[in-house]
């Protein structure tokens, strides 16, 4: 028999060690992000808005902190997600429309040839869209998305896409979440494409997603209620629309944002134009070697003049080569 | 020895009685709803949803709740509060209109002439509420409407309006949110009119809050950022259009829909076509003594295609005469 008082002792020791481990993970709630200005900016302001009593403190009703989607959650390169999940509604709808051989911007997407197709500007973008995303009900459209979550692949990586988030995004979230911050998407994405799996993957409920979206109808279809997708525009959520979109859905100014292009310029600019303790943060893609290195050349994600006012005004601004550890979850070890 | 089916019936019997006292009595979460129908509908639903391991459970995440405004929570008579906040601005605004001493429907309010006033329909209410609830910032509307709800009177009770909401949706708000439930408002009434005073009146945060708007546009006014209301429509929450603005703001099919006129028709059809426990709930105004009697006839919150409904689908019909102990707060013994 094991005298008492060693049992005691391993006991304890057992259970030191346990807290320990669960101390040294409190005190570091962002593991993959490096030591440096973006994570001590992160760190302060969320210690300062949550300290009871202090000048900076926040009520937890109002730790409103939004993130943009694209680019600052998950990757958007080489071409945002939903234009690929376009792409592939347009070939697996192509046997049912034999007129899209012959129709711009249909047929060079039928070819592969994708910058061919989107030769034709907007308006060939918007038909892509309306042909991909409208017609059918809320229902359907859901359910589409998440199979083609479920099964469509990464050209680059071989991953699906809701592997291709960030990983210190996401304990970004969490982090703000154990703080009493409620978190929302608000993106230029469709709003109906990030909900199937905006839960499940960052943790954000459909009803705090804000993003783009299309007009819908209301009708009794053999006398059972559905929703349907109209083929007409009925908001952008981008640039200008983004304080909209945060006004419309939210009803009061983050003091948090996050994003990494300047279609989140605005909102940055609205965040941080409140009273109090503010952050606005950029995450600035400048890791050719494990993600994709670009700013102010790029057509997708370009980041010109939100750089140039993130220095003016002291933002946040990310340098995901040094300041993230790890990029891809699935990089883990 | 009891036979092991009756054993089990009896057993099943006392458990259901015990939870059930537990609910009704210990913890009496509705003391203002008297021992009925309406009462029993609203608890059992509530019992079933939350029972884990039980056919009808509903996880925490899905249990979406949605309430219309005028005539559900707050009252609606003689005319819509928001109407009455139009046109206490009308006055308050006349000195810098003069013109509108000679304009309808301005002339006739001034003159203290209401009907005269909505006597040119859709087109003088739309003026009124241009003239009133656009031009400025959200901040500033924001503040006016807070000022108002501070200091006006209702004609009849000469209570403050926010006084005049029913005692027993409080009770009812309040026994979902300790059951899980998300609540959420669902109104005809303008979004930003009511989001300054629903977290206080209600305890429904202004994210929770989905009502009708007009256009907005962000600017930049000598450097800081402003959103501004224009006199434009946007989207009008009411019959069809709520479950669209359920479905745009929230994204997830609601549980549970309370609402009170045909106005509220498509939200509570949306919401019982959906699989699984569902409850639907009319509040049927029947007490012309303690508030007002009206239905199918009343110009405001006209109830009756919905009445035939409810009727048809064996949805709850709160008789607001023997169902509420209690009206409002302020006769609370």
Redesign the interface.
Known sequence: MRPPGKFSLLGFAAVALVFMVTIAHAQNPLPSWNDGPSKKAIVEFVMKVTKEGSPGFVPV?ER?ATFDNDGTLWAEQPMYFQLAFAIDRVKTLASQHPEWKDKEPFASLLKGDVNGALAGGEKAILEIVMATHAGMT?EDFEQTVKDWVASAKHPKTGRRYTEMVYQPMLELLTFLRANGF?TFIVSGGG??FM?PWT?EVYGI?????VGS?IK???E?RNG??A?VRLPELNFIDDK??K??GI??????RPIAAFGNSDGDL?ML??TT?GNGARLALIVHHTDADREWAYDRKSSVGRLDKALDEAKAKGWTVVDMKNDWKTIFPFEKR
Chains 1, 2 share one sequence.
């Open positions: 009703p409103i809320t409620k709003i109906e909900r839960e409920p459909p009803e705090q997603v979206s819908t109808k209301y009794l059972q209620p929703i200008a629309g304080p909209l006004n419309s859905h939210i009803g009061r605005q600019q609205w134009a």
